[in-house]
T-cell receptor, first 112, second 110 residues
Framework: DGGITQSPKYLFRKEGQNVTLSCEQN?????MYWYRQDPGQGLRLIYY???????QKGDIAEGYSVSREKKESFPLTVTSAQKNPTAFYLC???????????FGDGTRLSIL | GESVGLHLPTLSVQEGDNSIINCAYSNSASDYFIWYKQESGKGPQFIIDIRSNMDKRQGQRVTVLLNKTVKHLSLQIAATQPGDSAVYFCAENMGGKLIFGQGTELSVKP
């Protein structure tokens, strides 16, 4: 079945460590997105990419980095500069920017 | 500023009743709106969308109403079932980016 796969489901980060969250889609979507969700809140946009080899900062990009080398993949790195990384991270994709975004089931990141 | 907000953080309904979840948006230039359902520990699931050139759109048991005059969006769920219990988010498309509200938690009593 087509869909978006995020891995791992749970991730733990040590102080000063960078971690990378995986997002893969086989929907042939051009656009991909990363969101952060904190408890009891809506989603906030971290980064988005409308086409391969191109991406833009969202509203809360500080402390995060991304790459878009392949259409199917949009990994997110949470760097040590992100001082409050504990959250639920969601990846989404869509055909175009004004089309419905389809989400993966998220990665929950915690600090050790 | 640009924001999407919900009038009620929680909504409790009896099984079989109709549910109405409301959402206010602040930017009159927004041209596309989406409702999502999120169950615990999962990603948001697309329910229904509506573009700004429409006032109403119906799906299976769901209807979205858009009132551009007062910048208000609502989601109506007919004959609410226990499986409808979840958090519902409205999202506003602004320049290719979705802006999400905080969500309304719908609880269905048997």
């Amino acid at each position: 079945d087509g869909g978006i796969t995020q891995s791992p489901k749970y991730l733990f980060r040590k102080e000063g460590q960078n971690v990378t969250l995986s997002c893969e889609q086989n929907l042939n979507h051009d656009a991909m997105y990363w969101y952060r969700q904190d408890p009891g809140q809506g989603l906030r946009l971290i980064y988005y990419s409308q086409i391969v080899n191109d991406f833009q900062k969202g509203d809360i990009a500080e402390g995060y980095s991304v790459s878009r080398e392949k259409k199917e993949s949009f990994p997110l790195t949470v760097t040590s500069a992100q001082k409050n990384p504990t959250a639920f991270y969601l990846c989404a994709s869509s055909f175009y920017s004004n089309q419905p975004q389809h989400f993966g089931d998220g990665t929950r990141l915690s600090i050790l | 500023g640009e924001s999407v907000g919900l009038h009620l953080p929680t909504l409790s309904v009896q099984e079989g009743d109709n549910s109405i979840i409301n959402c206010a948006y602040s930017n009159s230039a927004s041209d596309y709106f989406i409702w999502y359902k999120q169950e615990s520990g999962k990603g948001p699931q697309f329910i229904i969308d509506i573009r700004s050139n429409m006032d109403k759109r119906q799906g299976q048991r769901v209807t979205v109403l858009l009132n551009k005059t007062v910048k208000h969006l609502s989601l109506q769920i007919a004959a609410t079932q226990p499986g409808d219990s979840a958090v519902y988010f409205c999202a506003e498309n602004m320049g290719g980016k979705l802006i999400f509200g905080q969500g309304t938690e719908l609880s269905v009593k048997p």
